[in-house]
């Protein structure tokens, strides 16, 4: 009965189609550290982490250091390490906003 009144309540959102230079909810960033190590997020729902490899809840401190940048931003990764946007992707896809 909860999921069907959660159901209910929202509405599909389409992704951005145009490349963006801003992080939002649902994009895919590659941020790069100052020894030249890569690595990708997901920005995701905590009730998403488990269908992305490389999920991580918006509300997560990497989460909300990505979400308050834009490309070429320098963020802090959970070690510590600083690491600069490089890349931010949206995939072609629509999700329901609750």
């Keep these: 009965m909860e999921l069907e009144q959660i159901l209910a309540s929202g509405h599909v959102v389409d992704f951005p189609k145009v490349p963006s230079n801003s992080v939002t909810f649902g994009a895919r960033v590659t941020v790069k550290d100052k020894k030249g190590t890569t690595e990708t997020f997901t920005i995701v729902g905590v009730d998403e982490l488990n269908f992305e490899p490389d999920a991580v809840s918006w509300i997560s401190p990497v989460g909300k250091a990505l ?13 510590g390490r600083s690491a600069k946007i490089v890349k931010i992707e949206f995939k072609n896809r629509v999700r329901l906003k609750i």
């Design 67 to 79: 979400l308050a940048a834009d490309m070429g931003d320098w963020i802090t990764l959970e070690d």
